[in-house]
């Protein structure tokens, strides 16, 4: 059978990435992926964000590969390991202490859906309330609870409809809209038909929603907002966290901070599933065992964890390099913005977290598919599939940044003559007829 036959022969129909990137792949490095014939793409989906530190990073891989040599505990449920003291250690000591912020740790289930359930379930306990505020374009997983705080129309699904009410996220209605001052009138009259919610949750940048970007003021509007009512703020930072937009969490910049703050994808250091929800100590009021999980002892990915955040998180280099990084990919924009004026609507993101919006989805979806045939893995996102989204691995190297962006901004640029050459026929044709 042809490499790929077995898949569409035994593979369930729920298989998606791969139909966008169609090749078999076999081994991985860096930036890069090579299929089974050795051909090289540029990888620029970054496992969706749970890649932030590339495929198999040389120290953290080196690390687990000693680990499982001397028979360290692989599988132990919630047991106390040395490789989990390890993590909670280190956690602590480089991200939380540094940025004065005190949190429990909960190890759930190793999946964003999974701490999502979790932090959506204890913010209904502490508060005995049962609705729950989400937005517009929101991500947050695919099961129960999760699956029904998310925004996408064809994805959703009335699992748990009931206690849920969905709000336009920041800019929704224009960017002059004063969102804040409705939501607070909606909570201040009893008769506006929403419950006062258990907990209001949000990504300060929505991924798959297409990279939309919150604004500091509305972050803190928010904050605000959730004290008056007592509600508790769950910070989504699974895609957006870990680095991803600079900083090690993405809500640092606006100073706030959430109840709860659920990560997973890169907290796993170097692609293990991985998943943990922050609490405020205060409200860590879980009985033992009302929230449980089979996988909850991950040691692989609390060792690589662990190396992860000793290697990039001891001190500030790493983060300045994020921001030189991220100057590179705007001023690339920059440029592109002004060949394909026409058809690139805006461009956003915070950190290594970037789109290009364009106005017809049927060009993002062209650059996207014309980038994979140059061997370059990007993806598209937003309701209409319309945002070209920019996720490369944190610790590229600056040159090889550089070097992709143009590569892509070319094709974007050649994918827009084209269009616009096409068009032109067509006008040509019209007028003819
Ligand atoms: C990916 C993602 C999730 C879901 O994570 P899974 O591991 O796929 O369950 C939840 N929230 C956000 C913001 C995500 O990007």
């Known amino acids: 059978m042809k490499n790929e036959d077995v898949f569409k022969s035994y593979e369930s129909q729920a298989r998606t990435y791969c139909r966008s990137f169609p090749a078999s792949y076999d081994v991985a490095h860096g930036s890069f992926i090579y299929d089974s014939d050795g051909v090289e793409y540029l990888d620029m989906l970054s496992g969706a964000g749970a890649l932030n530190y590339g495929h198999n990073h040389t120290e953290i891989k080196n690390t687990v590969i000693n680990y499982m040599q001397r028979n360290g505990v692989l599988m132990s449920l919630d047991l106390y390991t040395e490789a989990k003291r390890d993590f909670i250690v280190t956690f602590n000591k480089y991200i939380l202490a540094p940025r004065n912020l005190s949190y429990k740790i909960q190890f759930t289930s190793p999946t964003g859906t999974s701490v999502v359930e979790s932090a959506v379930k204890l913010a209904r306990k502490v508060t005995g309330r049962h609705n729950v505020i989400c937005f517009t374009n929101g991500f947050h997983g695919m099961s129960g609870t999760s699956l029904s705080l998310t925004g996408n129309r064809s994805k959703r699904q009335a699992v748990s409809q ?3 009410t969905r709000l336009p996220y920041d800019g929704y209605l224009g960017k002059d809209y004063d969102s804040i001052a409705f939501y607070r009138k909606l909570f201040m009259d009893s008769s506006s038909g929403v419950d006062l919610p258990a907990a209001i949750i949000l990504e300060t940048v929505q991924g798959e929603g297409g990279v939309n970007v919150a604004s500091i003021e509305w972050l803190q509007g928010i904050r605000q907002l959730a004290n008056d009512f007592g509600i508790k703020l769950i910070i989504d930072d699974i ?8 900083t090690f969490f993405s809500f640092e910049h606006a100073n706030i901070q959430p109840d709860l703050v659920c990560l997973s994808k890169s907290i796993g250091g ?3 599933p991985m998943a943990i929800l922050l609490i405020k100590p205060d409200i860590d009021v879980w009985s033992p065992g009302e929230d449980n999980g089979t996988f909850r002892g991950n040691n692989l990915a609390f060792i690589a964890s662990t190396k992860m955040l000793e ?4 001190d500030k280099t790493f983060e300045q390099e994020l921001s030189d990084k991220e100057t590179i990919i705007r001023n690339a924009f920059d440029k592109v913005l002004v060949s394909c004026e026409e058809y690139i609507k805006e461009s956003r993101g915070r950190g290594l977290f970037q789109g ?4 017809d989805e049927i060009l993002a979806v062209a650059v996207a598919k ?3 045939e140059n061997k370059i893995i990007i993806e598209t996102c937003g309701e209409r599939d319309h945002v070209l989204k920019f996720m490369p691995a944190l610790n590229i190297p600056s040159h090889l940044l550089e070097e992709s962006m143009e590569r892509i901004c070319k094709i974007i640029v050649s994918v827009c003559n084209d269009f616009k050459l096409c068009s032109a026929e067509h ?5 003819e007829a």
């Open 356 to 359: 290009l919006e364009f106005y």
């Open 311 to 314: 290697l990039f998180w001891h």
């Open 162 to 164: 009931g206690g849920v």
């Open 427 to 431: 006008t040509l044709i019209a007028e």
């Open 270 to 272: 170097i692609g293990f």
């Open 239 to 246: 895609q957006a966290g870990v680095g991803r937009t600079g």
């Open 370 to 372: 014309k980038c994979f």
